[in-house]
């Protein structure tokens, strides 16, 4: 009997809607199932999909669960991209009281119906998020998988491939901590088919002696450039939400960055944060520690408190409807 593949998304604003698409564009999904409280939003998301199932490679069936949140929990991986892009506006941070009070309503709810799949979160502030969705719903932690620094990482590849003149997809570098300004460019770990950047550096200074705060830079605030014209990140946010579907549904072992929950790593614990994982059919399989150096490793303490801050800031709560003791 053949597997059917089963994914959910929640919320269909500018990310969700473009990881629906993309998921049956690239053949992922049997069966996808939506939700989303803005009934005219879904109706409009769930008629266009249905109309393009001609062009996808292959059929799917698609289903509009609304707020009946108990009709995803037979799923294999639900994707969290309920928020308001509007709040974020200047910071991620500005999403926090928005989606953190969203996620109580649904988690939950679905974890009472008995899902034991993957999350895939993609909602900011992305860490607190997926720390919410672990102790709302119970869950192994492992099973959370945020999308984290993974994109960041992605625009700071393309940034270094501008500069030396090198195919991103060849190079290994990743932007680590909090997905939010507080991140960083772990450089002392970036590398060209398995030759270090620092060792590049000072046989070709003229090609790979760049200015590493300045490419930091254009990573960290990448995101910020497209919501400049268009008040929304969407095209590769989701494309990175789809690869984490991606690997979990393949079992891949993928090797990317993502926000994952801190058990002792630098020193942090008990919330997540984005540190290059093996994601594969059980969410974060293992975790991998850098060589960092010492600017980098007290970058990642005080992102990993910026993120302890956010959590802090919501109250006491957070305890009281929590499943983790």
């Known amino acids: ?10 919320g269909l604003g500018h990310v969700g809607a473009h990881v629906a698409h993309n998921l049956l564009m690239q053949g992922l999904v049997d069966e996808l199932y939506l939700s989303d409280i803005n009934e005219k939003k879904l109706t409009s998301e769930y008629q266009d999909l249905n109309d393009a199932l001609s062009y996808y490679p292959h059929n799917a069936k698609i289903v509009s669960v ?18 308001e892009v509007t709040a974020s506006a200047k910071d991620r941070d500005g999403e926090l009281f928005v989606t953190t009070d969203i996620a109580r309503t649904f988690v939950p709810r679905i974890a009472d119906a008995g899902f034991s799949g993957v999350w895939v979160s993609i909602s900011n502030p992305c860490d607190v998020v997926c720390t919410e969705i672990w102790r709302l719903s119970g869950c192994d ?9 993974g994109l960041d990482s992605a625009r700071l590849r393309n940034a270094i491939a501008d500069k030396v003149g090198l195919d991103q997809h060849s190079i290994c570098a990743y932007m680590l901590g909090e997905h939010g300004f507080s991140q960083f460019a772990a450089f002392s770990g970036v590398s060209f088919g398995g030759k270090p950047l620092s060792e590049l550096a000072v046989e070709q200074p003229e090609r790979f002696g760049f200015d590493g705060p300045e490419v930091e830079e254009l990573a960290r605030r990448g995101g910020y450039v497209s919501y400049a ?13 789809c690869r ?3 690997a979990v549904l393949g079992n891949e072992h993928y090797v990317t960055a993502a926000s994952t929950l801190m058990t002792g790593e630098y020193g942090q614990s008990g919330h997540f944060a ?12 293992e975790v991998f520690t850098l060589d960092l150096n010492q600017r980098e490793k007290d970058s990642f303490a005080a992102s990993c408190a910026h993120i302890q801050g956010n959590i802090d800031r919501l109250g006491d709560w957070w305890q009281a409807e929590s499943r983790v003791k």
């Open 244 to 246: 984490l579907v991606q």
């Open 141 to 149: 932690p492992r099973r959370v998988v945020g999308s984290g620094t």
């Open 66 to 83: 609304g707020d009946e949140y108990e009709k995803l929990a037979g799923c294999d991986i639900i994707v969290n991209a309920a928020g």
């Open 1 to 10: 009997m053949a597997f059917i593949r089963k994914v959910g998304v929640v």
């Open 229 to 241: 014209g268009k008040q929304c990140t969407e095209y590769a946010v989701s494309l990175a939400g």
């Open 274 to 285: 984005s540190l290059p994982c093996v994601v594969g059919a059980d969410g974060v399989e």
